[in-house]
């Protein structure tokens, strides 16, 4: 709760920083307040703070707070690598703010108790990326992008809201517990049928924020057309956020009815399973490839999802993976911002990258390895876990399905790894990059290895 109340009042702070006069001094101050909500997060973890006044909309329980470090975390690795564009940009302040408020209701997702806290955490966290995915005013793609994610996500908004309606109507209340004591006293089928639609409809809105197939069509456009470090944001931070909301809603809300939404959710992840792969093989852009590679592994988190029906022992392999998943984007995409500041975002942009910055080449093969899921990176424990979870399910054919596709995954990752080492480079300029940014690839590229190592330290960690 705490963590929640330092990153809000970050924003507030940030929008003030004219006026204080301290606009140069501004990224230290949210570094350090980010650590301060990562510490009282960390302190609340056996004595949490949850205000009475605020009990029936927002708790920050073990799951919450776990989730909340993972998000945090991945928060201040992002500042840090998104240091020159903040520098570079004329509106520095009201982009800090934007960022902070969506921080705050990614937040807000992962300790909702009421259906009202889980609509108001959905907009304050993606009215600031509609605007923040436009912020190159000068740049039509990036127009597109800010468009084109505002539209969609106004319907995504709308069926939110339906949904949300049609379950009031059918329990007469917005708590989750209430909800699910409303379902358990009811007899299996006999609740109203607009109850149904309702959580149907809720499920459409929830997999458009994780971009899961056929709710995806927004993700490639949006992410090829919004500054680098925006899309390293929407694919870290929003997912993570999005699918701590999806297994608090259906596992605690519909946990009663999950024989209805299963069913649909195992036809979206085999859906994304294969759009996603196959398209991204035959992608040319690497943000492009990105934005479905983060499909793919959209569906490999749902999957955690559909085996925790059958047990809340695979918490920790959504965690496990939320936080590997995450680490390892902020170390691709903050390479492919060094790589692709003059413009160009093909794969041939990375040509020679061996030669002219083995760092940064070294890095990023480490970050396409892991999610490619190759051992000893942290990638391939976090499929690994889901694997060993989905096994006690029904769904053994998506375990196939899974292998298959990943394999094709294997093929565009290694796409990028063969242009840095064994293709002819156009030009021999070294590509720069801060020694700030260096110092985000370098740590995170070695907590990919380190959790790889030792992927049951982050398990038993979290073990609920």
């Known amino acids: 709760m705490k963590g929640l109340f330092i990153v809000s009042g970050l924003g507030i702070l940030a929008m003030l920083a004219e006026i204080f006069k301290v606009k140069k001094v501004l990224l230290p101050m949210v570094l350090l307040g980010i650590l301060g909500a990562y510490v009282a997060n960390f302190m609340e973890w056996n004595n949490s703070l949850n205000i009475a006044a605020f009990g029936n909309m927002i708790a920050f329980d073990k799951v919450a707070i776990a989730f909340s470090g993972v998000i945090l975390a991945t928060a201040f690795f992002w500042f840090i690598m998104a240091n020159d564009y903040f520098e570079n940009d004329t509106n520095v302040t009201d982009h800090f703010a934007l960022v902070l408020f969506a921080l705050t209701g990614a937040l807000m997702l992962t300790a909702f108790k009421n259906m009202t806290t889980l609509f108001l955490g959905v907009e304050i966290m993606s009215i600031p990326l509609y605007v923040l995915a436009a912020s190159r005013k000068k740049n039509l793609a990036s127009n597109e992008a800010g468009f084109k994610y505002l539209i969609m996500g106004s319907f995504a908004s709308g069926f939110l809201l339906f949904g949300i309606a049609l379950i009031y109507g059918a329990t007469g209340s917005f708590d989750l517990m209430e909800i699910r004591a409303k379902i358990s006293g009811t007899a299996p089928g006999m609740m109203p049928m607009f109850f149904y639609v309702g959580v149907v409809l809720l499920l459409i809105a929830m997999c458009f924020k994780v971009s899961a197939a056929p709710f995806h069509f927004w993700a490639p456009d949006v992410y090829q057309g919004s500054p680098t470090v925006i899309t390293a944001l929407m694919s870290t931070v929003v997912k993570t956020a999005a699918f701590a909301a999806i297994l608090r809603l259906f596992l605690i809300g519909f946990g009663g009815v999950s024989e209805l939404w299963t069913v649909i959710l195992a036809g979206v ?196």
């Not at 399973?273 to 492009?288: D, E, P, W, Y």
């Not at 170390?331 to 940064?360: M, Q």
């Not at 156009?426 to 995170?444: D, F, H, R």
């Open 269 to 464: 992840i085999a859906l994304s399973l294969v759009i996603a792969n196959f398209s991204a093989a035959m992608q040319t852009n690497v943000k492009r490839m990105l934005a479905y590679s983060s499909i793919s592994h959209a569906a490999f988190m749902l999957m955690v999802i559909l085996a925790n029906v059958r047990s809340n022992a695979t918490l920790g392999a959504l965690l496990y993976y939320s936080l590997a998943y995450s680490i390892g984007s902020i170390a691709g995409f903050a390479v492919v911002y060094n790589v692709t500041k003059k413009g160009d975002e093909s794969f041939e942009a990375f040509n020679g990258l061996g030669k002219r910055n083995p760092f940064l080449a070294a890095c990023m093969t480490i970050a396409m390895l892991s999610l490619a899921g190759i051992p000893v990176t942290a990638g391939f424990f976090a499929k690994y876990f889901v694997f060993t979870n989905m096994i006690g399910t029904h769904y053994k054919w998506l375990l196939i399905l899974a292998v298959l596709t990943s394999a094709v995954g294997v093929y565009y990752y290694f796409k990028v790894i063969i242009a840095m080492y064994f293709k002819p480079a156009a030009t021999e300029e070294p590509v720069a990059s801060e020694m700030s940014v260096n110092m985000v690839i370098l740590i995170t590229s070695a907590i990919t290895l380190v959790l790889g190592l030792v992927p049951g330290f982050v398990v038993d960690m979290f073990a609920f």
